[in-house]
């Protein structure tokens, strides 16, 4: 399109929507009936449409969008992902090619808390085996025999939106209610009516136990061989959020033995999961992945999007964009080593302290709080929550979810610097206790973490790090590296920080590889140290 035909059509207020998957009409109702948009309802590698023409693409999940399409579409300002996934889009692409992508996130809160509700409801009174027995032309009341909701302890493990909305169905039922969630504030419980306890409390005391969790290195196979029989005798266990959160094979012997009295699963390791093991127990319910299949489901998250994409397109800002703006080469520049910076000490803070958190505060001196610092408050947000919910977070969209989870931000710009050109100092207080976490950046030494809570040191960020607690002793970083060493963990490098001979004190240890579960449960044996934490950024 030429710079002209880009005045004319300015001018005129009419844009290209292309709808390149099939979506819910009334969900595009929105933009069908605008007067400032044209729809074309094509698959975009067969439209008729011109893709230098395209103001806004709307796909689901057929439509791969890659950096190649994008060179075609040099009009394009924005992709609207009809869903919450958004791995056909090259998110990094898109932002530099100048284009917004945004998704639908609450679009499937209703739908998959009412099926998995529904599982529930039809495992405890057999539904669905009953029916299966009457097609067969069987009467098998006696066997059929279920149990009730009423006065039951459900617990739910992942305390997001779907978490809530079934929390407020449980209670319809008079079921008591518990909640695990590791980042859930005990006024974020009271006002959800629900009962925060730990994961082995969770586990004791409940009859029926529902995962919502995302899938995180924390939470694949949270439900375990060991962990199932920590669980009640006779539990009824459901998963209608992500494949992996349990561990299928063991869930299956459990099962078989009678300790699980049944089980409701929606999602799998592997899809599609035909004659999966779990499909041919009699105990069991399984689905193909349809919690979020409705036809209202369908249409909110088109409306959504629709909404969005309009809204944009006629210059309002976009809530749930993914992706940041394309900057200038030049501020890109300047900028982005201090983002980097505070997007680390974000996810590094994270990581070591695994509690609900009500107050986060970023503290800025030396030549950086002369900067607009609202970016890098962004960045540190953008860090502290990547791992901590099952939504995709970035600098766009960190402080709508800080605030979505009654965390409190605020920020301070200082005069005392500590000698370094550039300081940023985050606190961040939880339920029961805090953190310090202090960082620097300069163009000669790179970004640096110089201090955790009292214990200062001079560490870069790496990939693979350890945090090891322990006691000042004679010997104990001869025996962490003895220990790395038989487990075939080389140490790249190490810091140590302490606050007086023979007390409290930190090591810091950067490795080529990742420590798993086993060398981590291996620092038990090591008398003087306190607590372990695998970092990875």
Known sequence: MTQVQQAVKLEKGIYNVLVSDNMSEDGL????????????????????LPLDEVD??????????????????PNLRIIGRAGVGVDNVDLE?????????????????ISTAEHTFAMLASLVRNIPQANQSMQEGRWDRKKYQG????????????????????????RAFRMNVLAFDPFLTQSRAEKNH?????????????????VHTPLTKE??????????????????????ARGGIIDEEALYHAVKSGHVRGAAIDVFEEEPAKNHPLSSLPEVITTPHIAASTSEAQQNVAESVSHEVLGYLNGKPAPHALNLPYLDQDVFEKFSPFTKLTRTLGDTA???????????????AGEISHQETGLFNRSFLAGFFKHRIDDYVNEVNASWIAKERDVQVSEKHESESQGYANFVKAFIRGEHSTIHIHGTYSQEIGARIVQINDFKLDFQPAKHTLYVRHNDRPGVIGKVGQLLGVHDVNI??????????????????????????????????????????????
């Open 194 to 210: 629900v009962t925060a306890v730990t994961l082995d409390e969770i586990l004791a005391q409940s009859d029926m136990l529902t």
């Open 29 to 48: 109702k929105p933009i069908l009936e605008s007067a400032t948009v044209n729809v074309v309802r094509e698959n975009i590698y067969e439209t008729s």
């Open 219 to 240: 939470t694949k196979g949270l439900l375990n061989e060991k962990t199932l029989k920590q669980t009640k005798p006779g539990v009824f266990i459901l998963n209608c």
């Open 93 to 109: 692409a898109a932002t530099s090619h100048g284009v917004v992508v945004i998704n639908a996130p609450d679009g499937n809160t």
């Open 350 to 364: 994270s990581q070591l302290f695994r509690e609900p958190v009500k107050e986060i505060e970023i503290s800025y």
């Open 492 to 537: 790249a490098t190490m810091q140590v920080g302490r606050k007086e001979e023979g007390g409290d004190a930190i090591m810091l240890l950067s490795t080529d590889k990742e420590c798993n579960e086993k060398v981590i449960q291996a620092f038990e044996e090591i008398e003087e140290i306190i607590s372990v934490s695998a970092i990875e950024l």
């Open 147 to 170: 149990a009730e909701l009423y006065g039951k302890t459900l617990g739910i493990i992942g305390f997001g939106r779907i978490g809530a909305e079934i929390a407020q169905r449980a």
């Open 56 to 73: 806004a693409l709307l796909i689901r999940s057929a439509t791969t969008v890659t950096s190649e399409l994008l060179d075609q579409m």
